[in-house]
């Protein structure tokens, strides 16, 4: 059984920085891909980051967070990390990680479906 937790949300200004943290505990292959989503109150989930480590290191990224979100992990401790800057008030929200146990190379990392495990969220609060 994987277990996920994360680490690291609170409450910031706009402009501010936050360093999520996600260890993943549990049997996987090497071959591994962690994400991060996130919910705002009366939102759909969105895809925030994710990384891969299956056929090499790759990460992607959405759109409203390129520039500003960096996502960095250790494949052998099945660890993530989000380094948020340049925070928004539109970033409040409850992240929330995610792991591939047996990721595939070149699987989509934007797709929320392909998780396999996930874990309890850290919210996050940017104030304007």
């Known amino acids: 059984q994987i277990q996920l937790v994360e680490s690291g949300g609170g409450l910031v200004q706009a402009g501010g920085s936050l360093r999520l943290s996600c260890v993943a505990s549990?049997?996987?292959?090497?071959?591994?891909?962690m994400g991060w989503f996130r919910r705002a109150p009366g939102k759909e989930r969105e895809f925030v980051s994710g990384i891969s480590w299956s056929g090499g290191s790759r990460t992607h990224y959405a759109d409203s967070v390129k520039g500003r979100f960096t996502i960095s992990g250790d494949k052998a401790a099945k660890t993530s990390y989000l380094q948020m800057n340049a925070l928004r008030p539109e970033d409040t929200a409850v992240y929330y990680c995610?792991?591939?146990?047996?990721?595939?190379?070149?699987?989509?990392?934007?797709?929320?479906?392909?998780?396999?495990?996930w874990g309890r969220g850290t919210q996050v609060t940017v104030s304007s």
């Open positions: 549990g049997r996987t292959s090497t071959s591994v891909a």
């Open positions: 995610a792991i591939v146990a047996y990721a595939e190379a070149g699987m989509d990392l934007g797709g929320a479906i392909d998780y396999d495990c």
